[in-house]
C-alpha cells in the first residue's frame, strides 16, 4: 500500500493547483470568500482560511475525492497524534465541501455512544450525497471492522468518508483488497519548517522571537499556538521556552483568566468529559452559568458536540492534573459538584441520555488510586443489548466454558424465572453474545429459589441476620459476570456491566441492598470498600473458586452523599486530605437525638448548624474528604438524606412530608404547617413525633456503625 494507503495513488501524483481544484469540484473556496465578505459568516470562514497552513497534499487528497474522480478515494483515514491538526484539517474539509454544495454530517467519536446502534443514530437520515467527517475515532476504535465490513458499505455510493483518530487504521483493514481501491490512508505529522514559521507570523509573533518559539514547540500544531498566544503577548525577545511546553503554556494560559469564577469553568471543562452551560451553572451558579459556557467555546483550545463543549485531550488532562497537585481540596470540591449535577442527570433522564451520564460519571472517576478500574483505553469492540431468544444457547455454552455445569443449572433456572435480569454484550463486527451479566432483583425469599441458588440463599440469610427489607423495598444481586477470555477480570466488557449495575443504584426507587459476587476478592476488594461494599458471605463451589458475596445497604447510604465518599485522590496513593485524627464530639443517645432535633429546626440557620455539636459527630468526621469548613454543609446533607429517605416507605411517606413541609419548607410554626398539610393538629404532632423518632434511629446507626457507611458504584 502506498505512503497515502491506496494502490495507485500517492501524495505526489497529479497534484492540481488551487484554481485548478476548485474549478473541477465546482466551488470557488479561496475567491468566494475574502475579509469584505458581507456576512459575519463570511468573514469567520476568511479568517479561518487566512490562519490555516501547510497540508497541501492532505487538502489535495480529498479535493479528488470531492471531485469524484475516476481513480480517487472513497473513504480517507487521516490519523497522527493528539493535538497535530486533525480536527482543524477536517474543519477545512467540511468548508470545502460546503462550498461545493455538498451537505456535510459530522461525527464526534469523543461523544457518541460506542456502539452500532450509537454510531447509526448520529448519521441517521444523511443525504445521499453527504461528506461524513468522523473526527476522534479513537474514542470508538473498537467500532472499527463493524465500520469498515457493515457500515462503510451499507452507505450510498455518492457518500464521501473522512476518518481521523489517533491510531491508524488496523492491517485488518488495509490489507484487503476490496479496500486497495477506495481507501486513501493519510498519515499527519509536524508542520514543515516554513508551514510552522508562517503559523507564527500570521499569529503575530515578533520575528525576533520566533526562531525561540520554534526550537521550544517545533513543528506541532497545538503547541506552535498555544506558544503563539503566550509568546504574542507582550513577551517581546524576552520569551523564554522551558523544557515542558504543555505545562509552560497552559500555566501561562491559566494565568490570565479573568476571574476566580472563569479558573474554575476551565477546571470544569478539563475535568468533565463534556461541559455543557447546565453544569456550569451547577458548579459556579446559576447567574455565570452561561456566560462562563460562552467564554470557554471561544478559547483555542475548546470544541464541541451535539452533547456539549469539551476541550483537547492534553489541555485537559494537564489542567486537571495540575489542580489536583495545586489545590486537592479545591479539586474534591469541583469534583463533587460536577459529580452531583451528573447523578440528578442520571436519576431523572430518559434511559437513553441516563446512560451518557453514567458514563461521564465513570469519566471523571479515571484519577486516584481507583483509576485503573474505570480507565478503558479503547471502547466499541462490544455492546450492551437484551436477551434474544436466540441467545439462550450462547448464555449455557458461556457459563459452562467459565464456570462449568453447576452454575449453568442454576443459569438455565433463572432464564426460566427471571430472564430480563439477563444483559447480554455482544461482539460489535459479529453481534454474537460473548458475555453476559445476571442482574437480580428480588423482594422476598422463595422456596424454589433458595433451593436451586445457594448464593441466593446466603444473601438473603444475610439480609435477614443484619437489616430485612420493608414493605415496597428490593434487593439486587448480581449473580454472574461472565466474559470467559477475562473471567471477573479488568475489562472493557465488565466496565460496561459496571455502567448498568451504576445506573440501577442511582435509578431504582426502593433499592434496599445490592450485592456483587466475585470468585477473586482480593482482586476487587479494594474497589468494593471504596464503593462501600463490604465482604459479607463466601461460599465454596466445585469448580475451585470460593465465591465472595460483598453487600451494600442503601438504606443508609442517601444517594445525594454516595458520591462524596468516592472522591478520586490526590496524584499518589497518599490521602489528599486528612480523614483521621478530626476531633469527634462523643454523644450519648439522648444528647444525640436532641442535637439531631434542634439541627432540623436550625436547618435555615447556617451559623446555628455550623454550631451543633453534630458537626463534630463520628458520622461527620468519618467521611472521606472531611474537612471542618465542610461539616455544616455535610451534616446538612446527611438531615436532608434522613428525611428524604423515609419517601421510601409507603407507610412513611406520611412522616416525610410531615417533616419536610415542617423543617424545610421554611413555615413559621407548627400550627401552619399542619393547616398546608391538611392534618388535624393532633394527627400532625403524632407524625411529626414519629418521623423524628425514625430520623434519629437513621441517623445514630450511622454515627454507630463501625466504619464509613456503603457507598456507590462511578
Not at 150 to 173: D, H, I, K
Not at 384 to 395: C, I, S, W
Not at 490 to 500: A, D, E, N
Not at 678 to 691: A, V
Amino acid at each position: 500500500m502506498t505512503p497515502v494507503g491506496r494502490a495507485g495513488l500517492s501524495l505526489e501524483r497529479g497534484l492540481l493547483t488551487g484554481q485548478q481544484l476548485c474549478g473541477r469540484v465546482g466551488c470557488s473556496y479561496i475567491a468566494a470568500v475574502s475579509k469584505d465578505s458581507g456576512s459575519l459568516a463570511d468573514r469567520l470562514r476568511w479568517a479561518r482560511e487566512r490562519a490555516f497552513v501547510g497540508r497541501s497534499e492532505e487538502i489535495a487528497v480529498f479535493r479528488r475525492a470531492l471531485a469524484g474522480e475516476a481513480d480517487a478515494a472513497a473513504v480517507i483515514y487521516v490519523h497522527g497524534p493528539g493535538g497535530v491538526g486533525k480536527s482543524t484539517l477536517l474543519r477545512r474539509f467540511a468548508d470545502e465541501s460546503r462550498d461545493a454544495g455538498r451537505p456535510v454530517v459530522e461525527v464526534n467519536g469523543r461523544l457518541v455512544d460506542p456502539s452500532p446502534a450509537g454510531f447509526e443514530s448520529e448519521t441517521a437520515g444523511s443525504p445521499v450525497d453527504a461528506v461524513l467527517l468522523i473526527d476522534a475515532f479513537e474514542h470508538c476504535q473498537g467500532l472499527e471492522m463493524w465500520l469498515y465490513e457493515r457500515f462503510l458499505p451499507s452507505l450510498p455510493q455518492q457518500t464521501l468518508v473522512v476518518v481521523a483518530g489517533r491510531e491508524g487504521p488496523s492491517p485488518s483493514w488495509t490489507s484487503q483488497l476490496a479496500w486497495s481501491e477506495l481507501l486513501a490512508v493519510v498519515p499527519l505529522g509536524d508542520l514543515d519548517p516554513s508551514d510552522a514559521e508562517r503559523l507564527l507570523e500570521l499569529r503575530a509573533v515578533a520575528p525576533a522571537v520566533r526562531a525561540q518559539v520554534l526550537a521550544f514547540a517545533g513543528g506541532h500544531p497545538l503547541a506552535l499556538s498555544l506558544a503563539a498566544s503566550v509568546a504574542a503577548d507582550g513577551y517581546g525577545a524576552r520569551w523564554a521556552p522551558t523544557p515542558d511546553v504543555l505545562t509552560f503554556l497552559l500555566s501561562q494560559l491559566v494565568g490570565e483568566v479573568p476571574t476566580q469564577v472563569h479558573r474554575l469553568a476551565l477546571e470544569v471543562a478539563a475535568h468533565a468529559m463534556t461541559t455543557t452551560e447546565g453544569l456550569l451553572r451547577a458548579v459556579v451558579g446559576e447567574d455565570r452559568g452561561a456566560e462562563m459556557f460562552t467564554w470557554l467555546r471561544r478559547l483555542p483550545v475548546a470544541d464541541w458536540g451535539r452533547q456539549g463543549m469539551f476541550l483537547h485531550d492534553l489541555v485537559s488532562d494537564a489542567i486537571d492534573t495540575d489542580l489536583r497537585w495545586r489545590d486537592p481540596q479545591g479539586y474534591e470540591e469541583m469534583h463533587r459538584r460536577v459529580g452531583h449535577h451528573l447523578l440528578e442527570q442520571a436519576r431523572t433522564a430518559s434511559p437513553a441520555a441516563a446512560m451518557v451520564a453514567i458514563r461521564e460519571l465513570s469519566y471523571i472517576k479515571r484519577y486516584g488510586s481507583m483509576g485503573s478500574y474505570f480507565q478503558m483505553r479503547r471502547e466499541g469492540d462490544f455492546h450492551e443489548d437484551t436477551l434474544r431468544p436466540g441467545d439462550h444457547d450462547a448464555v449455557r455454552r458461556l457459563i459452562v466454558q467459565a464456570e462449568g455445569p453447576e452454575s449453568a443449572a442454576i443459569v438455565d433456572f433463572w432464564l426460566e424465572r427471571q430472564p430480563e435480569a439477563f444483559w447480554i454484550y455482544r461482539e460489535t463486527v459479529t453481534g454474537e453474545p460473548v458475555a453476559f451479566m445476571t442482574w437480580l432483583r428480588l423482594s422476598e425469599p422463595r422456596a424454589d429459589e433458595t433451593a436451586a441458588d445457594p448464593v441466593l440463599a446466603q444473601m438473603w440469610e444475610h439480609v435477614g441476620r443484619t437489616s430485612p427489607l420493608r414493605a415496597g423495598e428490593h434487593a439486587m444481586l448480581a449473580r454472574f459476570f461472565i466474559y470467559p477470555p477475562a473471567y471477573y477480570e479488568i475489562s472493557p466488557v465488565l466496565h460496561l456491566m459496571q455502567l448498568r449495575v451504576c445506573a440501577d443504584w442511582i435509578r431504582s426507587a426502593g433499592l434496599a441492598w445490592s450485592f456483587i459476587i466475585s470468585p477473586y476478592p482480593r482482586l476487587w476488594e479494594q474497589l468494593m470498600e471504596h464503593l462501600g461494599h463490604e465482604a459479607a458471605t463466601a461460599l465454596d463451589w466445585p469448580n475451585g473458586h470460593t465465591y465472595t458475596l460483598f453487600a451494600c445497604d442503601w438504606r443508609t447510604t442517601p444517594l445525594s452523599i454516595w458520591f462524596d465518599r468516592t472522591q478520586p485522590g490526590g496524584l499518589t496513593d497518599e490521602a489528599s486530605t486528612p480523614t483521621t485524627g478530626a476531633p469527634t464530639a462523643t454523644l450519648t443517645r439522648a444528647e444525640f437525638d436532641a442535637a439531631v432535633r434542634d439541627a432540623l429546626r436550625d436547618w435555615h440557620r447556617e451559623d446555628a448548624i455550623a454550631a451543633s455539636p453534630l458537626c463534630r459527630a463520628r458520622m461527620v468526621t468519618i467521611q472521606p474528604g472531611y474537612v471542618a469548613e465542610h461539616a455544616a454543609q455535610m451534616l446538612r446533607e446527611l438531615l436532608t438524606d434522613a428525611v428524604d429517605s423515609l419517601s421510601v416507605d409507603p407507610r412513611e411517606a406520611k412522616l416525610h412530608r410531615v417533616l419536610a413541609t415542617t423543617y424545610f419548607h421554611r413555615v413559621p410554626n407548627q400550627m401552619i404547617a399542619a393547616e398546608r398539610l391538611s392534618l388535624p393538629y393532633s394527627t400532625y404532632r403524632r407524625h411529626r413525633q414519629r418521623g423524628l423518632e425514625r430520623v434519629c434511629e437513621l441517623l445514630w446507626k450511622r454515627e454507630t456503625a463501625e466504619r464509613s457507611l456503603p457507598v456507590s458504584h462511578l
